[in-house]
DNA sequence: ATGCCACACCTTGTGTGA
């Protein structure tokens, strides 16, 4: 089972890359984020003729999520129950008895602004909540762009702010995986500047400046069918990409 | 210090992203 996530910075823009993408890679499930578009704008039908269930948790210009799968999407929900939220940022489904949570962290600005509040307060929320999935589904992958690089060797040495970066966001981070959830990719040897996400400005890709911001975070009782988690840099080479770039994990099941 | 790029929009500039 190969399960992967990617910000496509709009579906309606990256839709061609997309389909190729689906083709060449052949994941059995994808999470997206940042569709930019209402569930009611999302193309379905090129999606659908791909092979996949969708199901998505859309919004207009900002943010918004999409779960892709081969097998059927089962008790779908949307957003953190519980916490008062206009920002469409979370869709999570069980997909062949494995509870999949696809989500597009914020991005909080600056640290100290009212949006890196609003970060924590939904770092908060989300891992209030994951506390509970885990516990009624002690399989889970928590996926996404988290906008949190979690170790200094997932930042370019020239990296100068702080945003992503800091001891809070960090220490949010650590939450999450306290619940019990591994970060896939350093569970395997990786090239050292291994990112999954570069600047369009300054040849930022070209000259391999970036962070890691897109994580697969694997429950316990998942682990031990871990076998792989890989960056594809292929999409990121395209013409008119996205600024992020898929990480997939492959699972003996 | 800013723009450097990309995207969306009730667009011809502005907000947001990371």
Same mark, same amino acid.
Request: charged share 30%; with cysteine; hydrophobic share 45%.
């Given at each position: 089972m190969k399960i992967a996530t990617w910000n496509v910075n709009s579906l309606k823009v990256r839709l061609p890359h997309l389909l190729d993408w689906l083709a060449s890679a052949c994941p059995?499930?994808?999470?997206? /984020?940042?569709?930019?578009?209402?569930d009611g704008a999302v193309p379905r039908a090129e999606i659908e003729a791909a092979g996949y269930h969708v199901e998505t948790n859309g919004q207009k210009t900002y943010n918004g999520v999409a779960l892709l799968s081969r097998s059927p999407l089962q008790e779908v929900s949307r957003d953190i129950p519980g916490f008062a939220d206009p920002q469409k940022r979370v869709i999570a489904a069980t997909i062949d008895d494995i509870r999949v949570v696809c989500a597009y962290f914020p991005n909080g600005q600056a640290v100290g602004s009212e949006k890196f509040a609003y970060k924590l307060d939904w770092l908060a929320a989300l891992t209030d909540w994951l506390k509970n999935e885990l516990a009624r589904h002690p399989k889970l992958i928590l996926t996404g762009d988290f906008n949190i690089a979690p170790e200094d060797r997932d930042v370019s040495p020239d990296w100068k702010e702080e945003i992503h970066?800091?001891? /809070?966001?960090?220490?949010?981070?650590s939450a999450l995986t306290g619940l019990g959830l591994a970060d896939a990719f350093r569970r395997f040897e990786q090239a050292e500047r291994s990112f999954s !996400? !570069?600047?369009?400005?300054?040849?930022?890709?070209?000259r391999n400046f970036g962070l890691r911001i897109d994580h697969i975070l694997v429950s316990d009782a998942l682990l031990p069918q871990l076998q792989h988690c890989t960056i594809d840099k292929a999409p990121r080479k395209l013409e008119r990409p996205s600024d992020h770039t898929p990480v997939i994990a492959e699972f003996a099941l």
């Open positions: 059995d499930v994808v999470c997206l /984020q940042e569709l930019k578009c209402e970066v800091s001891p /809070q966001e960090r220490a949010a981070f !996400w !570069w600047d369009y400005r300054m040849n930022a890709f070209r």
